[in-house]
């Protein structure tokens, strides 16, 4: 599967993930999908990300924002579902919750290598 097919088939998976949250009653807007080289060695440079190769770099992820009443909602035990959801989509999916060294609850990816 060529990248722009990775690609297509990713921000599919982000419709069926946005429409699942919302049929579960957050309110869903979008973060940060594409990131350019420079402003993902901003977030190195930083620590808010541990990596330079981030798949925002190649529009294989999205940061989403989950409201609920109002809120915007952090809690890992609450976006859990989503998560779980996300990844059984397909199996390269993976949910930043699930991130062994940084969790990254509002980031969402596909890992194709
Ligand atoms: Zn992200």
Known sequence: MSLVQEQAAFALDVCKLIQSASDAGFVVTLGEAW????QQAIYFKTGR??????NHIRRLA???????????IYDIDV???LGNYWESLHPKNRWGGNFRNLIDVPHFERNVT
């Not at 990131?35 to 420079?38: A, D, K, L, W, Y």
Request: overall charge negative.
């Open 35 to 38: 990131r350019t080289p420079e």
């Open 62 to 72: 999205v940061d989403l924002n989950f409201f609920m009443d109002g809120v915007l």
């Open 79 to 81: 976006l859990r579902d």
């Open 49 to 54: 990300s541990k990596t330079m190769n981030s």
